[in-house]
């Protein structure tokens, strides 16, 4: 008997890790980067998810800058995002007479997190920044049509800006949307016959096919849509080009 419960433990055992296994979050730096900037506080100036600044008196520009266009007005790379976040301003700006002239009028001031955060977390904010921004986009022209038709076909709403992100979905397997450049995507999608099923049908032939992703598919509250009935052609060939891209160079 004593035998029989301690093997029934250890199979126990072996079930609960194989399970945490399975249904252990793996957010992009990107989706990271978003919940810090939720929980501290980044989007209360800057608007939700950082594309609506709020008014600004004072200022010439009359508003917090966004994420998106106005980004590139204050900074011009990865670097020059990471000064902003870490000590409020990059180095060569905060030279500039005129540009402290025109910060001291503002009413609001970009705080310096550098204290407060993590050099991941800080890395996270800034991958979510320029995720956001699209600051790196595809030379390939195929995966630029592919880049443009998720925008226009919704993708964006539940991946997040170019499919990067892992927004909360209740009742799925991990609890979150999965982003195309994540660890999660290959065992969704093997391939690009997969990624048409899942697009043309809402779901691959291979998860249909087996009762626990059908269970968890059937239960999340964000479901993938069905998009066969809103396509052109060439629309699966150019998506697919830019999830290559977002996975390859844009990774690196």
Known sequence: MRKFLLGLLVLLAIALMTWKWITWPHLPAAERGR??????????????????GTANPGRLDRSVPTFTGDLM??????????????????????????WRSERDRG???????????????????VAFVAAVNRLSSPYDSLARVGSTRIEELGCSGCHG?????????????KGYVP?????????????????????????????A???MARYFLDHAV??????????????????WAYIEWLRGDAAE
């Open 35 to 52: 919940r810090i900037a939720e929980r501290t506080g980044c989007f209360a100036c800057h608007g939700p998810e950082g594309i609506r």
């Open 73 to 98: 007005m204050y900074a011009s790379d990865v670097s020059e995002i990471r000064e902003w976040i870490t000590d409020g301003v990059p180095a060569e700006r905060a030279k500039s007479q005129t």
């Open 107 to 125: 009413t609001l001031v970009m705080p310096a997190f550098g204290g407060r955060l993590s050099k991941r977390e800080i890395s996270d904010l």
């Open 161 to 173: 800006a170019g499919g990067r992100l892992a927004r909360p979905n209740p009742g799925s397997l």
């Open 179 to 207: 982003s195309w450049d994540g660890v999660d995507f290959p065992e969704l999608v093997r391939n690009k016959t997969e990624f048409e099923e899942w697009v043309v049908e809402g779901r691959s032939h291979r998860f």
């Open 209 to 211: 096919a087996n009762a």
């Open 222 to 239: 964000l479901e993938m849509p069905v998009y066969r009935d809103h396509l052109v052609a060439g629309d699966v060939d150019a998506i």
